[in-house]
């Protein structure tokens, strides 16, 4: 792969006199300055297709006077860095042309910036519907522009009822059966409209963000430390991963060095949440295919781990630990000695359990073959996690562009090529194990010292990433004078992975659906933002 | 005999001995900040600066917790030289004052009660440790409550979340189709506050919002035990908490974005 010196000269070269180059060593980055017109699509599709670049995000920023649109995507071989496409445009000019049809992984980073932003992206298919549900609000509600009045919002929406979702369907005979957003045992709001001629399920597509929060906008104008409790908490099941992504924007933005100790203890408390987060999926696996003690088994184990957490950290799901410039407390070597010897022990007890699974022909019989989805439709939708890496893409942020104490550990990065979700429970299962060989190799790693520095916060812009739980995430933030949260972006992984579920949901038995939706294991809270 | 059910009998009896006795294991509960402290002025007034939801007041001289609004942050043991007391436990719950259990009706519930589960938008941890309650550690059907997906059989309504505002008419739906008499149960700072995130342009500030609520549980998330004190609570079989409880209904003003300044 090319040095981004050598991205930047090439650019400059291929559109001369409209593409800007220029690299920023420390991130590193090569930013790509783009005016609006056809070149953009035609610098993504050579990023993408050409450089194998992959796209990270969107993030749109309304300034003063212009629109500022930045498009991120990282290497995933070689040398780490970052590639990002920026075009500015006046206020008033409210359409951007879209890099949908060339990178599909961007389709919903747009629709959600329309449906947002007010700004129409030229060729994209506008499909209406999204973050703001088209039977409560007008189309014209533009929350995140900054001369929107919450107080106009606030006003009682009256629903529309004459709102039907759309449909894709149109055989005859065809009929839809939405399913939500409220519907069995204790599951997180979505609704989800299956489409189906009779006893098969032909398609069966999500209607999320019944959980929007908005927590980009109710971000605005806070100061760090309470921009920092939205991070934490909009999806807490990864609560430390997205605060450790929001931490270290906050860190590059203010240049402060992480204390070595910190970053090791990072990785402990990032991998002890990765084991805890991947055990809780096995355990929805084993429940939806009916296999109650094993599922019992499973979540006894999960229950084990948030002890630990707890008993660790002071609490189950590791809120209050990261901030900006390390951590709020230091473990002593012996704490985390006690937790690392405590999550060996649940992972023997996993294995045990995933000795008997595979054995169980009547469970691996219900995973084998359901909710397929290929390399190639994983590498088009961009997919990211354990799903991506159970249908063969690669791809892992811990390794592929190393944060926290990463590049000093070795691990693997399992995969598997079926795609479907048994690869997808061989993965978590090997993920699993993986996170408690790197939690043993913290203790070797230990140096003694501080595990935070102080912050002093300054303006500017940064992007945090991790490899959270379910896959890549992205904390953008853009802080002006004293701190002011001015622009918080957050892509989060189950918001790129939703956008493909729609693929492993074509032609199966109704019964498979509850199997689906656990093999991919996704929140909605962390879609929803 | 399946090798599954031996396997589920070799892990003998683990389930909590709760209500019956206290659970003394680890890491069941993060505890919370204690409450009605004897503080100086000086670091009552530093606690109440570091709060970020406005949790901490000053009042005569003692720093008062209001635990619907605790989110768990620990600035106020982890953030400063004065810190507060933490203490553990978990028998969090109260009655909403026009709220009401279980025991205002002795004839018309059965003795097993059915919850319906309502995530009104929660960051997913509330609901995590609801679902936590069916593991073998907790184990609440061995106490007579289980969860339905239905409304009309369920006599208690568990609501997770700030109530965001596309989940409101679907909240509302749900309690109309439920018959009377029924208990709602309102768990976690966001469900009872409106938490971090509301309230706001998008979000109330809590279920009390939009229909009334009988117990508040509070934390961020309120661990099992926590969840399980408010269910016996609603139930009659537990006192609630010694610390003064919300209201039923919310007033109809509704303040602007919950951390702002
Ligand atoms: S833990 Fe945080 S939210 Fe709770 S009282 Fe202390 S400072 Fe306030």
């Not at chain 1, 991120?72 to 359409?95: D, V």
């Not at chain 1, 929060?213 to 999806?235: N, P, S, W």
């Not at chain 1, 997808?424 to 699993?432: D, F, G, I, S, Y």
Request: with cysteine.
């Amino acid at each position: 792969m090319a040095t981004l010196a050598e991205l930047a000269m090439q650019a400059e070269q291929k559109w001369p006199g409209q593409v800007q180059a220029w690299v920023d060593r420390r991130s590193p980055l090569c930013e790509l300055r783009c005016p609006p017109s056809e070149v953009l699509p035609e610098v993504v599709r050579w990023v993408v297709v050409d450089l194998g670049y992959r796209f990270a995000g969107l993030i749109v920023e309304q300034e003063t006077e212009a629109w500022d649109l930045r498009y991120l995507f990282y290497s995933i071989h070689g040398t780490p860095g970052w590639a990002r496409l920026r075009i500015r445009q006046p206020l008033e000019m409210r359409s951007v042309p879209s890099i949908s049809p060339q990178v599909h992984a961007a389709d919903w980073h747009e629709r959600e910036a329309e449906d947002l932003f007010g700004i129409t992206f030229e060729g994209h298919p506008r499909l209406g519907d999204f973050v703001l549900h088209d039977d409560l609000w007008q189309e014209e509600v533009a929350p995140m522009r900054r001369d929107f009045d919450e107080r106009i919002a606030i006003v009682e929406r009256n629903p529309d009822l004459k709102w039907r979702p759309r449909r894709i369907v149109k055989d005859p005979g065809a009929f839809a059966m939405p399913v939500g957003p409220i519907y069995s045992g204790v599951t997180e709001s979505a609704l989800f409209l299956l489409e189906t001629v009779g006893e098969d399920v032909i398609r069966a597509f999500p209607r999320l963000f019944y959980k929007y929060r908005a927590i980009e906008k109710i971000a605005e104008g806070r100061k760090v430390e309470e921009c920092l409790l939205l991070a934490e908490r909009f999806a807490a099941t990864t609560a430390f991963a997205h605060a450790l992504a929001f931490s270290q924007a906050i860190e590059t933005i203010c240049r402060v060095k992480v204390p070595p100790r910190a970053q090791t203890l990072r990785v402990l408390a990032a991998e002890l949440e990765r084991f805890r987060h991947h055990v809780g999926v096995i355990h929805e696996i084993c429940e939806s295919t009916g296999l109650s003690v094993a599922a019992s088994q499973a979540s006894i184990l999960e229950e084990d781990l948030l002890r630990v957490s707890c008993d660790l950290a002071g609490h189950r799901y590791l809120f209050g630990l990261a901030i900006p410039g390390g951590l709020t407390r230091n473990f002593t070597d012996a704490a985390c000695g006690g937790a690392i010897e405590a999550a060996v022990l649940v992972l023997r007890k996993l294995h045990e359990l995933e000795d008997g699974l595979r054995y169980s022909s009547s469970f691996l019989d219900r995973l084998e073959g359901v909710g397929i989805i290929s390399g190639d439709e994983a590498r088009e939708f961009g997919l990211v996690g354990p799903i991506a890496r159970a249908s063969g893409l690669e791809g892992d942020l811990r390794k592929a562009q190393p944060y926290a104490g990463y590049q000093h550990f070795a691990f693997d990065a399992p995969l598997e090529i079926e795609g479907d979700g048994f690869a997808r429970l061989r993965v978590l299962l090997a993920e699993a194990a993986e996170s408690v060989r790197i939690m043993q190799e913290v203790s070797g790693r230990l140096e003694a010292g501080e595990v935070s520095v102080p912050v002093s916060p300054m303006p500017g812009r940064a992007f945090g990433w991790v490899e959270a739980p379910r896959g890549a995430a992205f904390h953008g933030v853009h802080l002006g004078g004293g701190g002011i949260v001015q622009r918080y972006r957050v892509i989060a992984p189950s918001f790129v992975n939703w956008h493909g579920f729609h693929l492993a949901a074509e032609d199966f038995a109704f019964q498979d659906f509850p199997i689906i939706l656990a093999t991919f294991g996704l929140s909605v809270a962390e879609n929803d933002r | 005999m399946s090798p599954w059910v031996l396997n589920g009998l070799r892990r003998g009896v683990i389930t909590t001995s709760y209500p019956a006795h206290q659970e003394a294991a680890k890491g069941v509960s993060p505890g919370l900040p204690a409450s009605l402290v004897p503080v100086t002025e000086e670091a009552g007034r530093v606690l109440e600066a570091l709060c970020p939801t406005g949790a901490i007041s000053l009042e005569r001289g003692e720093a008062r917790v209001d635990y619907r609004r605790c989110i768990h942050c620990f600035r106020c043991c982890r953030g400063t030289d004065l810190p507060l007391d933490w203490k553990p436990g978990y028998e969090w719950a109260t009655l909403t004052t026009g709220g009401l259990s279980a025991a205002a009706w002795p004839k018309a519930f059965h003795k097993s009660m059915h919850i319906l589960v309502v995530d009104a938008g929660d960051c997913g941890a509330c609901l995590n440790e609801v679902k936590q309650l069916s593991n073998p550690y907790y184990n609440i059907h061995r106490l007579g409550f289980f969860i339905t997906p239905t409304p009309r059989k369920a006599d208690i309504l568990l609501v997770v979340g700030p109530v965001t505002d596309h989940m409101r008419l679907p909240l509302q739906a749900a309690y109309d189709a439920m018959p009377t008499p029924k208990l709602v149960m309102a768990v976690g700072a966001c469900a009872l506050s409106g938490g971090v995130f509301g309230p706001s342009f998008v979000a109330r500030g809590g279920v009390k919002d939009v229909i009334p609520v009988d117990v508040e549980v509070p934390g961020f998330p309120p661990p099992p035990l926590a969840i399980l004190h408010g269910l016996l609570v609603a139930t009659g079989r537990k006192p609630p908490a010694p610390w003064q409880a919300g209201t039923a209904v919310a007033g109809s003003t509704r303040p602007s974005s919950a951390l702002a300044g």
